[in-house]
């Protein structure tokens, strides 16, 4: 079992920044990535980013490339999500997941709240 918690998440106005972090623990040497998704009102729970652990591959979804960088400190097992020039349609629960080597991200932490005014 993967324990994931999230914070960083809070109301920033159109334009600015801000920085998610993601903590995992229990079983993370089993880790094959840890990514971001997000959950805006009304609508289905959709990938952001994805960054796998050996290696460093990142992945992330149309909208926020050039925006958003998901990088990772595999020695303290986080990863982070640095959000710039945000937008009020990425206003959202933010959750954070650990896929093992099974690929599928099956531990999800409570998500952080995350709302952009315009």
Same mark, same amino acid.
């Given at each position: 079992? +993967? ?5 960083? !998440? #809070? ?5 600015? %920044? ?6 995992? @623990? ?21 990938? +952001? ?5 050996? !290696? #460093? ?5 149309? %909208? ?6 998901? @990088? ?44 952009? @005014?315009?």
């Amino acid at each position: 079992q +993967v324990r994931v918690v999230e914070s960083g !998440g #809070g109301l920033v106005q159109a334009g600015g %920044s801000l920085r998610l972090s993601c903590a995992a @623990s229990g079983r993370t040497e089993t880790t094959y990535a840890m990514g971001w998704y997000r959950r805006a009102p009304g609508k289905d729970r959709e990938f +952001v980013a994805q960054i796998n652990w050996s !290696g #460093g591959a990142t992945f992330y979804r149309d %909208s926020v490339k050039g925006r958003f960088t998901i @990088s990772s400190d595999n020695a303290k097992n986080m990863v982070y999500l640095q959000m710039t020039n945000l937008k009020p349609e990425d206003t959202a629960v933010y959750y954070c997941a650990s896929a093992p080597q099974s690929r599928t991200f099956d531990y999800w932490g409570q998500g952080t709240q995350v709302t952009v @005014s315009s």
